[in-house]
């Protein structure tokens, strides 16, 4: 457990640097900025990503000056501190660019190896979700919680698709069409911390996804998890950010929906 002091100053540069990296794309949003591809033609980045990346930067390291962090556009800026922030200067970017506001900024703060803080705030529908390690996670400061949905039938479902297709049995397509087939409502965003953060929040009562990085889900897993919720691989492990599965759910549909993405349902 943290010493409060220090988990305090955690909190509150959290904060700055969450709404340092979101008063950026509030900036660049609807106006006209440079996009350029990663691999594959849709995978953008904006000037508005690298901006962002570097407000965030700007708060953690006149804070934490040796702190370890790992962030999107910047890969790891490596330093033998126990503590990591891992950092999504906006999740959602493909959105972002085209004026959708579904996006954000998403930042996990690890001590050890443990998820013991996130943040994610999307500035355009003014949602601030945090969440600390063993102090539940918050919506604007209110205590949130996941859904009571007992049944994958009944659920409302969020997904997303990685911009490289993964032609794999199961596979992303494969796992989408046999819920829609049976009339399940799936939801695709395009912000995997939105779609965590919507779990916690109670709206949706599940999501999965094929491959997503560290950053997309670092905050997220672990306010869903403050929430009451349950996020794990795809055999139902304990989820850890650094493999690409994901299966996060309010718990009571969490086996169910695991067996869906396997194909034994
Ligand atoms: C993406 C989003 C999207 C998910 C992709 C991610 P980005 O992050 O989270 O929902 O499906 O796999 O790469 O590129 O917008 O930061
Ligand atoms: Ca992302
Ligand atoms: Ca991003």
């Not at 579904?102 to 601030?128: H, L, R, T």
């Not at 039938?153 to 911009?163: H, S």
């Not at 997220?220 to 492990?237: C, P, T």
């Amino acid at each position: 457990m943290l010493e409060s002091y220090l988990c305090a100053m955690l909190k509150s540069t959290l904060i700055k640097a969450t709404e340092a990296g979101a008063k950026v794309m509030q900036e660049f949003f609807g106006g006209s900025f440079k996009i350029s591809n990663k691999e594959g033609i849709n995978n953008l980045v904006t000037e508005a990503d690298h901006a962002s990346e570097k407000a965030i930067f700007e708060v953690i390291k006149n804070d934490f000056p040796d702190h370890f962090i790992l962030s999107e556009e910047s890969g790891a800026l490596v330093t033998n501190s126990s503590f990591k922030w891992i950092v999504d200067p906006i999740d959602g970017t493909v959105n972002f660019a085209h004026g959708i506001p579904i996006c954000c900024v998403s930042i996990g703060v690890e001590q050890e190896g443990e998820m013991v803080m996130g943040a994610v705030y999307n500035p355009f529908i003014n949602e601030f979700y945090f969440a600390q390690k063993g102090f539940g996670a918050t919506l604007n400061d209110n205590l949130i919680q996941v859904s009571d949905e007992q049944q994958v039938a009944k659920a409302c479902l969020v997904t997303g698709f990685p911009y490289t297709y993964l032609d794999q049995p199961n596979g992303p397509l494969e796992v989408f069409s046999r819920l829609i087939r049976k009339g399940i409502p799936v939801r695709r965003l395009g912000s995997a911390a939105m779609d965590l953060c919507w779990v916690a929040a109670g709206r949706f009562d599940g999501f999965y996804e094929h491959k997503l990085q560290a950053w997309d889900s670092a905050a997220g897993f672990l306010i869903v998890e403050e929430a009451g919720g349950r996020v794990s691989d795809f055999s139902g492990k304990r989820y850890s950010p650094y493999q690409p599965h994901i299966v996060a759910t309010n718990g009571k549909i969490h086996d169910e929906l695991i067996d869906w993405v396997n194909n034994k349902i």
